[in-house]
């Protein structure tokens, strides 16, 4: 069974501060995807990025970082210098590749609250 | 470039009426999917297309759920008859292909009585 856990339901922090949002995945699956959103106060979901499990290079998209360490089944994302826009709930994802399928698994959310 | 639509973006309903969500995908796009999100369940998958084909509706939660894709354009997800226990907010999605990253539409919060 596929499974994606996000153990910290909510984050507070004050602006300026960095903050790393956990991600924790479970599959059989040799080749799969991990994505990242995230879900801003007005409600949608907006899409972050895509991992495949053959690319372990860590991701840097200004000052939004990912780290992917299969050996720990983990896909955690990191917010430099926060600000209250980053204030949202962000939510990790996990598709199987194996079956070909577009299935997204996702988990449970962490709500980043960033303090003026 | 026009996202993902969705219509209505606020539908509220009687117990035992049919609503019907509709959802226009991002031109080119080949694969649809409509989930749900609730507080006690999260975000889950109720059904996907890909090329106007249901390819997986597991996550229909039951017979009173329906989808349909009559094109590459269009889509519909319909409740018939509505129970209180389906307010959430319902979210189609698009994507190039089905393994690909899906955008999502702004949503539907559908309340029912």
């Known amino acids: 069974a596929q499974k994606v856990t996000q153990a910290q339901t909510e984050i507070s922090v004050v602006e300026k501060e960095d903050v790393t949002l956990d991600c924790v995945y479970e599959?059989?699956?040799?080749?799969?995807?991990l994505f990242w959103y995230k879900q801003p106060p007005s409600g949608e979901l907006v899409f972050l990025i895509r991992?495949?499990?053959?690319?372990?290079q860590n991701e840097i998209s200004g000052r939004y970082s990912w780290n992917f360490q299969k050996s720990t089944s983990s896909f955690n994302f990191t917010i430099t210098a926060s600000q209250v826009v980053d204030s949202a709930v962000y939510f990790c994802?996990?598709?199987?590749?194996?079956?070909?399928?577009?299935?997204?698994?996702f988990g449970q959310g962490t709500t980043l609250q960033v303090k003026p | 470039d026009a996202g993902v639509i969705q219509s209505p973006r606020h539908e509220v309903t009687e117990m035992g009426q049919e609503v019907t969500l509709r959802c226009k995908p991002i031109?080119?796009?080949?694969?649809l999917f409509w989930y749900r999100q609730t507080m006690m369940r999260g975000l889950e998958l109720l059904i996907y297309?890909?090329?106007?084909?249901?390819?997986?509706d597991s996550g229909m939660p039951e017979d009173r759920f329906s989808a349909k894709m009559p094109n590459a354009s269009f889509s519909t997800l319909k409740i018939q008859p509505s129970e209180p226990r389906d307010s959430a907010v319902y979210f189609c999605a698009s994507s190039f292909g089905q393994g690909d990253e899906q955008f999502f539409g702004p949503g539907t919060r559908l309340t029912v009585l």
């Open positions: 994802a996990l598709r199987g590749g194996s079956s070909n399928t577009g299935k997204l698994i």
């Open positions: 031109s080119g796009h080949n694969s």
């Open positions: 297309f890909n090329n106007n084909v249901p390819i997986d």
């Open positions: 599959t059989r699956d040799t080749t799969y995807y």
């Open positions: 991992r495949n499990s053959f690319d372990e």
